[in-house]
């Protein structure tokens, strides 16, 4: 599972935050309760529309493709 995040966040997401200034790094995925746990980087980390661009892009993103996500945690 953790290679499907991954691939889903180098591929679709990270592209789209860079243009931004931003940037996303994989940290971990809990297949228990689905979390999967980011660092934000760049103009990205410390922005104040950070937890949008989470909620309403990255977790959007990674639910589409996989269903067992069920929330995305920055740290």
């Known amino acids: ?19 931004d200034g931003g940037g996303i790094e994989f ?20 922005c ?3 937890q949008m661009t989470l909620s309403l892009g990255v977790e959007a993103a990674l639910k589409e493709e996989v269903p067992e996500v069920s929330r995305v945690i920055a740290v």
């Open 27 to 46: 940290v971990a995925f809990d297949g228990e309760s689905g979390e999967v746990r980011v660092r934000l980087q760049g103009a990205c980390a410390g």
């Open 1 to 19: 599972m953790d290679d499907k995040i991954k691939q889903i966040i180098e591929e679709k997401i990270k592209p789209f935050l860079e243009a």
């Open 48 to 50: 104040p529309g950070a």
